[in-house]
């Protein structure tokens, strides 16, 4: 082994920056590609009328005044709703939408009491409690990012029949301790705020896997204007 002269140490010591920001760069180009990846296979899925299909028979579902403001808006494609006091309101509401001009999947959300919709993450912020919760479970990405790749994941059977979308539960609005999808004793609850503190509210609970049982859980904190993602599970392999 060459031994360290204080020269090559500092030259090795200037390397390191110039590495790290290398490395960084390649995981951002990676990330952009993913991204890409998963836009193209959004548009695939909605040139072959996968989310028409959807939308068509959750239009049908939905009150009059919901019903009417997406059909105003052809961009937006409703693939599936759930209804409950998310923020305290009994004329609360969730949407699974597809957005064709943003090409990508999210969660519009309606509050009751503001009648107003709003997007998950951008409109009503998200806190992450997970991330600190020391039972080994990573919910590093966003919801909606995971939801878009499990739907690449099941691109060629909804490319050979569209309606099999119709199969999969993407989103539940009710008391977490009805739920019957949700395993407390497999899952893994927040540290800080403690998750079970929200199993007696109405939760916003969202698929996170739709061939196995997962799902993560959020709680609207009123005091801080937020929502709480307290709760998740995982299956897969």
Not at 35 to 52: E, P, W
Not at 128 to 141: D, G, I, K, P, V
């Amino acid at each position: 082994m060459p031994r360290i002269t204080p020269i090559l140490f500092l030259l090795l010591l200037a390397a390191a920056p110039r590495a790290g920001a290398q490395q960084l760069a390649a995981t951002g180009k990676a990330a952009q590609e993913s991204r890409a990846a998963l836009k193209r296979t959004l548009r695939t899925l909605d040139s072959a009328g996968v989310f028409a299909r959807a939308q068509q028979r959750t239009l049908k579902l939905l009150a009059p005044a919901h019903r009417a403001w997406f059909l105003v808006r052809p961009g937006l494609r409703v693939l599936e709703s759930a209804a409950g006091p998310l923020f305290g309101h009994a004329g609360d509401a969730a949407f699974v939408v597809y957005d064709g001009k943003e090409e990508r999947l999210g969660y519009l959300l309606y509050s009751g009491a503001d009648r107003r919709y709003g997007w998950l993450y951008n409109d009503f912020p998200v806190f992450n409690a997970l991330t600190a919760a020391h039972c080994r479970y990573s919910a590093a990405e966003s919801i909606d990012d995971r939801l878009s790749g499990e739907l690449a994941y099941l691109k060629e059977s909804l490319l050979k029949e569209p309606a099999g979308l119709g199969e999969y539960d993407f989103l539940q609005v009710g008391p977490f301790r009805k739920n019957e999808n949700l395993l407390p004793r497999e899952g893994c609850f927040s540290l800080y705020p403690d998750g079970r503190n929200f199993i007696s509210k109405p939760v916003l609970a969202l698929a996170t896997g739709l061939v196995y049982n997962d799902w993560e859980c959020l709680a609207w904190d009123a005091s801080k204007k937020r929502f709480v993602l307290f709760y998740g599970q995982a299956f897969a392999d």
